[in-house]
């Protein structure tokens, strides 16, 4: 009997030695991931803006454990255009429409960001659309509709 319990007992621990969780395949790293490319060039704008769209990319999904932005572009009166992420944003907003621009900060946390690609048929490789890569100037700003 006493060899029986020494048994079951080794047995137990080694079970429960097993049981333990393993980090060695974790990587410890701080970076701050979001959806932006390197090459966005960030600015805050100064003052509220009013400015046409030219292309919106809607965001659908509720802000909550992720945030969230819509990406519009838009051109202003110097006929520049730019790049505005939009916070927990679920508007839709037409090409040509009106909208104005009220400057926010660029969060210091995660945002995802909605994309679009399409396949190129000459190379058969998925590649984003030319506004969206050559459009490097980016803000953030909340959109306000205006009434027509």
């Given at each position: 009997m006493f060899w029986l319990k020494?048994?079951?007992l080794l047995i137990f621990i080694s079970i429960l030695s097993s049981c333990k969780t393993s980090t060695s395949h974790l990587i410890n790293d701080n970076r701050n991931f979001s959806s932006y490319d390197s090459s966005w060039i960030f600015f805050n704008l100064e003052n509220k803006i009013e400015v046409k769209v030219v292309d919106h990319i809607k965001n659908d999904a509720h802000c909550g454990i992720v945030a969230v932005a819509s990406v519009t572009f838009v051109i202003d009166e110097r006929e520049e255009i730019f790049r505005v992420l939009n916070l927990c944003n679920l508007t839709d907003y037409k090409k040509d429409e009106l909208i104005r621009l009220n400057p926010t900060d660029k969060p210091d946390f995660n945002v995802s960001l909605p994309y679009r690609v399409f396949l190129n048929p000459q190379t058969n490789k998925r590649e984003r659309f030319e506004l969206d890569k050559?459009?490097?100037?980016t803000t953030y700003a909340h959109i306000e509709k205006i009434p027509q």
């Open positions: 020494k048994i079951i050559n459009t490097l100037k």
